[in-house]
């Protein structure tokens, strides 16, 4: 949906906030530019029958996130376990780096 302007400066309305917010809020979630468009195309199309499709894109998008979050979590936990072994572990592993 296009912004407004005023003189050239954009005029944002509360429509365009909430279409920017979500955008952000996607992106972060880590969908990609082309599914974003993908996904925004279905909601502009306005059709009851592209609900399915639209949660696809979500579902697909949740359990690429939970992927993420597992590899960071396992990274992370992987650390501390360095970190609280680090004397009994680490300093006699460190000779062989």
Same mark, same amino acid.
Request: charged share 30%; aromatic share 8%; glycine share 2%.
């Given at each position: 949906?296009?912004? #407004? $302007?005023?003189?050239?400066?954009?005029?944002?309305? +509360?429509?365009?906030?909430?279409?920017?917010?979500? /955008?952000k809020?996607?992106? /972060?979630?880590?969908l990609?530019?082309?599914?974003?468009? #993908? *996904?925004? @195309?279905?909601v502009? +199309? &306005? #059709?009851?029958? @592209?609900?399915? /499709? $639209?949660?696809?894109?979500? &579902? +697909? /998008?949740?359990n @690429?996130?939970?992927e993420?979050?597992?590899?960071?979590?396992d990274a992370?936990? *992987?650390?501390q376990?360095?970190? &609280?072994?680090? #004397?009994?572990?680490?300093?006699?592993s460190?000779?062989n780096?």
């Amino acid at each position: 949906m296009p912004i #407004d $302007r005023m003189s050239g400066i954009r005029k944002f309305n +509360e429509r365009n906030i909430n279409q920017i917010n979500f /955008a952000k809020s996607m992106r /972060a979630a880590g969908l990609s530019i082309e599914t974003l468009k #993908d *996904y925004v @195309t279905l909601v502009f +199309e &306005d #059709d009851p029958t @592209t609900i399915p /499709a $639209r949660k696809h894109i979500l &579902d +697909e /998008a949740i359990n @690429t996130l939970n992927e993420k979050v597992k590899e960071v979590t396992d990274a992370s936990n *992987y650390l501390q376990w360095k970190i &609280d072994n680090y #004397d009994s572990h680490m300093v006699p592993s460190e000779k062989n780096l």
